[in-house]
């Protein structure tokens, strides 16, 4: 309004800021309490080096994550921005949790440290792997960075998938997927990680929901929508409660694996993929089954030795036979420093008891030698590898011989069918003077 000269304005009105997100903070917690259950989970596997202390950053680097996501949804950010600035500040943030785990509780702390141990253990691995052409490498930074990154980036995702597309089942999705595995590779019992992480999942898809009912009476004026979504909260929560009281129970009663059949060959792919992984990835302890039963083209010396009480293989010998034998998996010819391994090797098929030493260097002699049968029947040990007294000479099942070079010595032999149970007969040594073809220390010589 204008009079005399004079311009009146009415005032703006004051510009209120509010903390608290339209989800509300127990749905973020919530949240961000998904990803953290999956960070103390992979700590309690105790992946590096049979100790958890150094993946107790875990947590820190899911929280990081959630919190760089949320907090771009929330600034009104775009969906590139929000990403390019979390990953910034991954790159800055998981290194320093990663070198303070490298240097522990009574070393050096400072930032610029903590930088180095990082960049010091990443680089020497490469230098293992690539210019120094090592089999193995003894550093696990990279591998603490790799594992810090991917929580981080979890983390993230679900602060995303949640705030920005309104897709909490797609965060749960994601979170659970990596619990499962994390639960099946390792043989720590993890059961109430992924009783917390169901509960926590639940719950958010509950109170999504019931923020998609409020939404709906507000658009379209229905009325109150308070007592909705109070009462589909209520009743959400005493449904994920009933339900999860009932899985626990029958988790507890249930005694048969109607699904067993359908992972038949889960555990040969674990090995194989175990083989491929263990020169990056050597120092990697506790795992669950096959993979902590092998014997691959490389054998690495580890910082700690594992004892498994459990029973591998089952072997039947000959009525009376009690002798001690000498059990041949593989051979290697190449030693670094950091473990054996197979330098240039060859492989050729052989059918069922055919000799499969036949015009190799190792072809057996029968001198000072007598024959053997044994069966063996896979129990915890799922791998291929054949296992034999002494020198196989066939075996009931096709086989794939591997040997250094071309026609040259043995270093293991396979069943093509893979895990099953086979028959082979063996060359084992004659010992002692009580038998004229008895192998002596003259008679080697």
């Known amino acids: 309004m204008t009079a005399a000269g004079l311009t009146l304005r009415r005032p703006a009105a004051p510009v209120k800021l509010v903390l608290r997100p339209e989800e509300g903070w127990t749905t973020t917690l919530l949240l961000v309490a998904m990803p953290v259950v999956l960070a103390f989970a992979i700590d309690d596997a105790n992946w590096v080096l049979g100790t ?29 921005t929000t990403h390019v600035i979390a990953a910034v500040l991954a790159a800055l943030v998981v290194p320093l949790l ?23 253990s990443t680089v020497e691995a490469w230098l293992d792997l690539t210019i120094r052409g090592r089999t193995f490498t003894s550093q696990y930074g990279h591998f603490l960075l790799t594992l810090g990154l991917l929580l981080w980036a979890t983390g993230q995702f679900v602060a995303v998938a949640a705030f920005r597309h309104r897709r909490p089942l797609a965060a749960a999705a994601a979170v659970g997927i990596a619990l499962v595995i994390n639960l099946v590779v390792n043989p720590n019992d993890q059961l109430w990680f992924l009783v917390a992480f169901t509960v926590l999942a639940l719950l958010v898809l509950v109170r999504f929901h019931a923020l998609a009912e409020h939404g709906d009476w507000v658009r379209r004026r229905i009325g109150d929508p308070g007592p909705v979504e109070s009462m589909v909260v209520r009743g959400g929560a005493g449904f994920v409660s009933a339900a999860v009281v ?32 263990q020169r990056y990835f050597s120092f990697v302890q506790n795992v669950r ?41 593989v051979a290697y010819d190449r030693f670094d420093g950091t473990g054996w391994s197979w330098s240039t090797e060859q492989t050729a098929d052989r059918a069922a008891d055919e000799r499969v030493l ?55 032999l396979d069943t ?6 086979y028959d082979v007969q063996a060359l084992v040594p004659i010992l002692g003077d009580g038998d004229p073809q008895g192998l002596t220390q003259n008679r080697l010589r």
């Open 52 to 80: 958890g202390r150094l993946t107790d950053f875990l947590p820190l680097a899911a929280i990081g994550g959630f919190a760089a996501g949320m907090f771009g949804t929330k600034a009104g950010w775009s969906r590139w």
């Open 98 to 120: 990663v070198g303070g785990a490298l240097i522990g509780p009574i070393g050096d702390s400072s930032l610029h440290a903590r930088y180095v141990a990082t960049a010091t």
């Open 246 to 277: 009932a899985a626990l129970l029958l988790t507890g009663s249930a005694s048969s694996a109607p699904l067993a059949g359908a992972w038949g060959g889960l555990d040969q792919w674990l090995i194989e993929t175990g083989r491929g992984l």
């Open 289 to 329: 089954g096959p993979v902590s039963v092998d014997f691959g083209p490389t054998a690495p010396i580890g910082r700690t030795w594992i004892t498994n009480g459990e029973v591998a293989v089952t072997v039947r010998v000959p009525a009376g036979d009690d002798t001690k034998y000498y059990w041949q998996a």
């Open 358 to 412: 036949a015009n190799t260097l190792d072809a057996p002699v029968d001198d000072g030698r007598r024959a053997v049968d044994v069966t063996v029947t896979p129990v915890g040990f799922h791998g291929s590898r054949v296992l034999a007294p002494g020198t196989p000479v066939a075996v009931s099942q096709q086989t794939r011989l591997t040997t250094i070079g071309q026609d040259g010595f043995f270093a293991g």
């Open 416 to 421: 093509i069918p893979g895990d099953v149970g």
